[in-house]
């Protein structure tokens, strides 16, 4: 058994060269994962036509890795079409999850997505991917001769359809399944906005705790989030692992080598989608007030920002001020970031810690966090040294009275490397394959 391959099946929706920010976990974890015994295999999308693509990120998937590709019925292309854009025009998450758009095209489609997707619109994958799994362990075992080729399955969730997936393939197969959770599933944070039928919900909790329930181990990105669920099921008490959303060292390790800019004029960096829910309203005016006094700054916002934020901005006469550059290659983003003075972020609620706070955090450049009770970033903010964390009603004006007492302890920060969580992940693994094989 020793000598055996040991081999892990990753489902992830979003894969190269879709530029989804939530592909860079299983990008960068499957290329470390041979280093410590794994070789990782990808079942992803053949068709996913959503998200912006970064076809830079084509040259990080190892050469001698195994992707699977299966189509699926792309609900968003017909989307588009029924709010009247072309096929092939980009969609943003903020436009299709909008509060503030009341038309009503706009506002069915959002019914539909909320009451008949079930437990989200890339369900529609499910039979392809799981007869796409089938073909592959067949095949490896006829390859191998070994009855259980794929010795573990980790589900990539958001979309928390593909945890179905997992699971399908898990009971088919007796293989152990590890769904890996980057946001909460039945209670992700815009649900509380969106109004949804009872059978709805009631089928979504019955996929969530039918997965939970057949998981080998489940794996969450925050503290906060294993928590709740772990009081929410009490079976998981003893079967749930926190492995931090991280950042990949290579990309900040070239960046060093650069030399330093310096220019007068202040860059305030928010990256990522913004939604109207994150909105800091006070703190627009903190920096309408700093610019009065005579500071040159400029707001810069990469990825897509609610229609209510630009409101905000508006109404304290800081447009001018704001560059929105959209969505941007990551290798372009990490410079973006390095060359900020300050970076904003606003998580959604206690819960989450997103992952562009870890590649903040890098930087080494002060922080500005906006969250109601999230105790997780303040622990991260204060034992890395790397910044402030504020009420979503604060005006944040201490942050710049006292930015330059901000030191960042880069050694600290050098933990959430995805090398040394790729490391982790390696450790739940083979303790779940020495318990089978005892």
């Not at 020793?2 to 939530?22: H, N």
Request: glycine share 4%; with cysteine; charged share 25%.
């Amino acid at each position: 058994m020793s000598d055996q391959i040991k081999r892990v099946l990753f489902i992830s929706y979003y894969w190269p060269p879709s530029g989804k920010a939530s592909l860079h976990w299983p990008l960068n974890i499957t290329r470390h994962l041979p280093e410590f015994g794994w070789e990782p295999i990808i079942l992803t999308v053949e068709n996913e036509s959503f998200t912006v693509k970064d076809e830079s990120l084509l040259k990080e998937v190892r050469p001698d890795m195994m992707v699977i590709k299966t189509r699926t019925f792309e609900v968003f292309n017909f989307y588009r079409i029924f709010i009247g854009k072309k096929k092939h025009e980009a969609l943003s998450v903020s436009e299709t999850m909008s509060t503030e758009n009341k038309g009503l095209r706009h506002r069915f489609s959002l019914w539909i997505r909320m009451n008949f997707f079930v437990p989200d619109a890339r369900v529609l994958w499910y039979r392809s991917a799981v007869r796409g799994g089938k073909r592959l362990i067949r095949k490896l075992i006829l390859e191998t001769r070994e009855p259980h080729p794929i010795q573990a399955i980790i589900s990539i969730g958001t979309p928390h359809s593909t945890h179905l997936i997992g699971k399908r393939l898990s009971k088919i197969y007796g293989i152990p399944h590890l769904p890996f959770f980057s946001d909460p599933w039945t209670s992700i944070s815009y649900y509380r906005h969106f109004k949804r039928n009872f059978p709805a919900e009631k089928l979504d909790n019955y996929f969530e705790k039918s997965v939970l329930k057949n998981a080998r181990k489940a794996i969450f990105v925050t503290r906060n989030t294993r928590d709740e669920y772990t009081r929410k099921y009490t079976f998981l008490k003893d079967k749930t692992d926190v492995l931090y959303w991280g950042y990949n060292e290579a990309d900040f390790t070239r960046l060093d080598k650069l030399p330093k800019t310096t220019i007068e004029t202040e860059i305030l960096l928010h990256a990522g989608n913004l939604f109207d829910y994150q909105n800091p309203v006070n703190f627009w005016q903190t920096i309408r007030k700093r610019i009065d006094s005579g500071k040159k700054m400029i707001l810069r916002f990469t990825g897509t920002v609610g229609s209510g934020i630009k409101k905000s901005i508006e109404e304290n006469a800081l447009s001018d001020y704001c560059e929105y550059p959209g969505f941007l290659p990551y290798s372009q983003l990490v410079k973006e970031l390095n060359a900020a003075d300050y970076l904003l972020v606003c998580p959604y609620d206690s819960r989450h810690v997103p992952g562009k706070l870890f590649e903040y955090l890098r930087t080494g450049k002060p922080i500005i966090a906006f969250c109601d009770d999230n105790t997780e970033i303040n622990n991260i903010l204060e034992e890395t040294g790397a910044g402030m964390l504020f009420p979503y009603n604060s005006y944040g004006s201490e942050f710049f009275d006292r930015f330059n007492e901000i030191k960042t302890d880069i050694t600290k920060v050098k933990q959430f490397d995805r090398y040394n969580i790729s490391k982790e992940l390696s450790n739940i693994l083979d303790n779940i394959f020495n318990e089978k094989a005892k």
